[in-house]
């Protein structure tokens, strides 16, 4: 059976971090559900982008409560939209507590802290957002992708294609991640 990933689209989310992480899960084998915060209705990203979700994410959690990886995309607003939401909020406490991967890249780690996600942890974010990680946080600059136990982090639009190999390592395995790696180009050319 795959392994499964929700990754949740709200308003004014990063395109690349969310089209990325999703794309290359799926080569990953990865069963992914992208959700629509709000709804199941097209979304207007950062950029201008409207992406259209595969459900609402009240259906994706009807159909199924847990999966092995919840995934935050980034961007300002979208970010905002996701730490203000109780329904992310119960989710991301619930996959924590459980074991499971809790992931978000650039603004999003500052929905961990909204709902008290990750504490004691080592997360990054986009550097804009460091100053939202304090207190009950280790903060790393310089890496790319941060991995704490279930916890995983990544800094932005540019680091995405790293963010997925690791989510398809912990997910899927290295060789898969390997293959992925290999089959799109990412290095080693």
Known sequence: MSKSALVIL???AEEMETVITVDMLRRGG???TLAGLDSNAPVLCSRQ???VPDKSLTDALAENPQFDAVILPGG???SDRLSKSSIVGTLLKDH???GRIV???CAAPTAFVAHGIAKGKKLTSYPTTKDKISGDYTYVEGER???DDNIVTSRGPGTAY???LKLIEMLTGKEKADQVEKGMIISGY
Do not use: D, R
């Open 49 to 51: 982008v409207t992406l």
């Open 10 to 12: 709200a308003q004014g």
């Open 145 to 147: 992708v941060v991995v």
């Open 76 to 78: 300002l607003e979208g």
């Open 30 to 32: 990865v069963t992914v």
């Open 162 to 164: 790293w963010f997925g």
């Open 103 to 105: 992931a978000a890249i």
């Open 96 to 98: 924590e507590k459980n």
